[in-house]
């Protein structure tokens, strides 16, 4: 019913930046927080970054002040600027979101993960 596609990943050295989209698509009425996860090899997912519904940002220590999140509400969008790239942000990076549907209440959904691989 309800769909989260990420887009964005590739290969980067360090310093450098990628820019993460996720689009929400589906019979969707209202979304609420929206999040940013991250998962290397070896390693449990954790946290990056959320945005409210009304645009309050919280990051992870290990990323604030490098990763920006932001949202287009218009296109059930939410992004993830990333700039000085390190090393150890090498993940597959998985968004997430509060939604509440035309059909069913708030509920999480995950997207599908895409893959950010920063070269020392």
């Known amino acids: 019913q309800v769909q989260l596609v990420e887009s964005g990943g590739g290969l980067v050295q360090a310093g450098g930046s990628l820019r993460l989209s996720c689009a929400a698509s589906g019979r969707i009425l209202r979304i609420n927080a929206m999040n940013w996860y991250r998962q290397a090899p070896g390693k449990l997912r954790e946290w990056v970054a959320r945005i409210s519904s009304g645009g309050s940002t919280n990051y992870a220590d290990s990323v604030k002040g490098r990763f920006t999140i932001s949202r287009d509400n218009a296109k059930n969008t939410v992004y993830l600027q990333m700039n000085s790239l390190k090393p150890e942000d090498t993940a597959v990076y998985y968004c997430?979101?509060?939604?509440?549907?035309?059909?069913?209440?708030?509920?999480?959904?995950w997207g599908q993960g895409t893959q950010v691989t920063v070269s020392s």
């Open positions: 997430n979101a509060d939604i509440t549907t035309w059909s069913s209440p708030r509920n999480e959904y």
